[in-house]
Every structure is written in C-alpha cells, then in structure tokens.
C-alpha cells in the first residue's frame, strides 16, 4: 500500500501515544465551517503543524523579491495569490462572475495531441499529457507587474432538451469556451481547451488511506461481469517515488499523492516552485516571464511548507449525513437502479469504513462529457468517479450556488445524472425510468449526503 501522507500521519500520531481511527474525522456541522474543522485527537506537535499549514493555505502569497520572504514568489504567470481563492471554505470556487463570465477561479486546461516523437512519448510517460507550446498546460489570467497574463476566456452553452418517459423535461447546458485578448503567439492549432471547476478538499487524507488494493478490488477494466462498467485504475507516474503508482486525486485520478497534488496546485494556480515543480510556469515562448525578478530561496514552497499544507488538508473532517425517511428510501433507489457500482459507498482502512462514493477509477462517460484531453491512462472520455460525500453542503460552504460535473455544467444533481452515458447509461437510464416521487427520494438522499 503506497499511501505515503498516511503513513507519516499514522507514524506521528502513535509516536503521540494515541490511536487513530476514523470517528476522530467525524464532523457533524452544517454551516460554513462544515469543510474547514481539524479532525479530533490531534497532539500538540500536530496542532502546530495544522495550523502552520492553515496559515500557507490561506494567506495570500506576494511577488518576489519582498520584505515578506516567507510568502513571496507568486507568479510571474497565475490565477490566485491564494489556495482560498480557487476553495473558500474548503469548498469549490464559483465558476461564474456576476456579469455571467468565466471567473478568474475557473481553471483552462491546454494540451494537444501526441505526434508520436521521442519528445512526446517522454510527456506522456512522466507528465501524462502534451502541453501547449507557447501556454503551457493552463491558462493564467493574471501576472506579477511588467509581465503580459496570457489572457482570458469567454464560455456559452449549447441547450439541448431531455424528456423523460413520463412527459418531464429538463435542460441540459454544454459549455463552448473560446480564448480572447491572448498576448503571446497564437496557440498550436490542435491544443484543445478543457475547462475545470475547483473542487471541494473533503476527505482529501482519507482518500490516501485506501489501499491501492482496495481500490484495485472494484477494477473490471475487461467488464468479465459483464455488467457494462469497466472502471480501471490510472497508472500515473509519481515525482515523489519516481515510480508508476494508482492515481487518486484530480477529475481523471492523474496525481497519486495528497504532496503531488498539493505542490501541482500550487505550480499551476500561483506558480509556486517547490522540490516536485523547480521550475517557474513560463514557456519558452514568454521571454519576460523567464527573466522576471525570483524569490531568495530555493523553492518558494520549500518541503516543510508543502508538507505542512498537506498535513492540514489531511487533517480536516468529513460532514456526516443525516439522512431522512425519504433520504433512506433514495439511498435504497441510488443502490437499485446501480448507482453504487461506481459510486461505492464503504472501503475498509486500517481506520476503519470510510465512505467517499467513489471508486476512484477511471470509467467512459460517453462522448457527452468528453473533452479531448489525455492525462496517462485516462482517455477523453474518461473520468473519475467523483466522490459525493460533502455535496449537500457546497452552499453553505461558499455561498455560492452549487454546479456540478468537471466543468460545472450541471446546475443541478439531476441534470449532472443526465449528462452520464458510456458505462453509466444504464442507471441514467433506469433513473429516467423511475416515477417522479422516486426520482425526488432519490435526489433528496443526494442532497443530504
């Protein structure tokens, strides 16, 4: 079991002469603090490092050189001067301004196809994709002073109507993003644009505390059951072990490692160098960008620091639902109609059940939700089941109106159960056939969870 995080916290805390388990990770608040409460039995040294990490979290970070060296090195290229920024509360950034645009929060994904080269086989195989030349692999909407950002975006939607068997129509809303006001070279002609929203940090420690073989356990990547799904582990390369691991964290499980996921947020949110990403966010095509002013230090986020935001994010607790009667009844339908065969509700740890509603495999999402970006193993139509635990809680975490899927395109649970096809055709489609009183017990157990 490579899940190296858990390990050190497993470490410090019988090194604190107390057991870990995973009630100390309860959390039973409904307000805006629901994300953000550090988990129980935590000893004083850990407390410490909790909070140190909380501090990095959420104050801003400054353009180097500054008096503030401990919190310089922003840029010259980002999006946030904050991890707050892109998860208030813990929570997911809103996608949209007021005005209806892309907010600065909103992360665009650059990357292109493999021509077959040398050069090429190496990204993928370390990197997991080809970036663009002249962006890189994502688009920054903001830069230190004297550098051009690299520019912005504007997104509308494509509707197309859904009519269930029993007369109920919906709407679906596709986004189309389109690059403007781009202050370097045009991109390459093939780099396709993926949108991301932010995602919500729950249970980001617990996730590493399920076995590579736990995970492995619900694979079917042939579909020998043959019951449709085929989930499938992404095998991504780690800068932390140099070695191929079972990807866990990101919209396409392309990061193995809580660290990694950290110090790669970092990097492409506020271009924050650090021993996984030693180099500034400019490519060779932003001259300025390369020779702009750096910090003192070796890396503006330094291993403890990286370590400290790590332990933080580890260390925070997962809401508990409380589910009503009708809550219970849609519990059972969301297992009846085959939700929780990708959407699997219990893994055992060494500290006991932990219940995300994922996988964490790879499954085809059918060419709705495709867009046209490889990350290692994961196709474009592929994508990580994503965990629901926390989802009825987005609001009051941030304030914002929930959206959902990868890219935010669902305003609400059902349209993003409308927008599932590939391997998840049949329980869209057995959700469809459902009478509306069972489609709102079903909804409203999601709304609880």
């Given amino acids: 079991m490579k899940t190296h995080l858990f390990s050190l916290i497993l470490a410090a805390t019988f090194a604190a002469g107390s057991e870990l388990s995973t009630t100390q990770y309860h959390g039973f608040s409904k307000g805006s603090d629901a994300f953000s409460q550090k988990r129980d039995g935590l000893s004083d040294e850990q407390l410490d490092l909790f909070i140190l990490g909380k501090s990095f979290f959420r104050i801003p970070w400054v353009e180097a050189p500054s008096a503030t060296t401990a919190r310089d090195g922003l840029g010259p290229l980002f999006n946030a001067n904050t991890c707050t920024g892109c998860h208030p509360g813990n929570g997911p950034a809103a996608l949209h301004k007021s005005d209806a645009s892309l907010s600065r929060t909103a992360v665009l994904r650059l990357s292109r196809p493999s021509d077959g080269s040398d050069t090429h086989k190496a990204l993928l195989a370390k990197t997991g994709f080809i970036p663009d030349p002249v962006y890189g692999d994502q688009l920054s909407f903001s830069a230190v002073f004297g550098i051009d950002p690299e520019g912005r975006a504007k997104v509308h939607y494509q509707k197309r109507i859904v009519t269930f068997p029993d007369g109920e129509q919906d709407t679906l809303y596709r986004p189309v993003v389109t690059l403007r006001d781009l202050r370097y070279k045009a991109p390459d002609q093939d780099t396709v644009v993926s949108l991301r929203k932010s995602p919500a940090l729950v249970g980001m420690g617990l996730l590493e505390a399920i076995s590579d073989e736990a995970i492995a356990a619900n694979a079917d990547e ?85 370590d400290a935001i790590a332990f933080y994010l580890a260390n925070m607790k997962v809401p508990q639902p409380t589910l009503s009667e009708g809550g219970k009844e849609g519990k059972k339908l969301f297992t009846r109609i085959g939700c929780v065969s990708c959407h699997v509700d219990r893994f055992d740890t060494p500290l006991g059940s932990v219940s995300p509603y994922s996988d964490l495999l790879l499954h085809d999402m059918g060419a709705g939700l495709s867009d ?77 969870l």
């Avoid at 030693?278 to 230090?297: D, F, L, S």
């Avoid at 009051?396 to 929930?402: F, I, Q, Y």
């Fill in 222 to 306: 042939h579909d020998l059951d043959g019951d449709g799904i085929s989930g499938r582990i992404n095998r991504v390369y780690s800068k932390q072990t140099q070695s191929y691991e079972t990807g866990r964290y990101t919209y396409k499980a392309s990061v193995a490692t809580l660290k990694h996921q950290v110090a790669g947020a970092a990097r492409n949110d506020m271009s924050l160098t650090s021993p996984l990403y030693p180099n500034e966010n400019c490519t060779p095509a932003q001259q300025r960008c390369n020779e702009a002013p750096r910090g003192i230090h070796d890396f503006d986020l330094p291993q403890s620091r990286m």
């Fill in 372 to 448: 046209g970006r490889r990350e290692f193993d994961a196709t474009a139509r592929e994508w990580r089941t994503a965990p629901l635990w926390g989802i009825s809680l987005y609001e009051a975490v941030t304030g914002n109106p929930p959206r959902y899927l990868h890219d935010g395109r669902a305003k609400t649970l059902q349209e993003a159960i409308l927008w599932h096809g590939g391997e998840a055709t049949q329980s869209k489609t057995n959700y469809m056939h459902l009478d509306k009183k069972q489609r709102q017990k079903l909804l409203r157990f999601l709304g609880e």
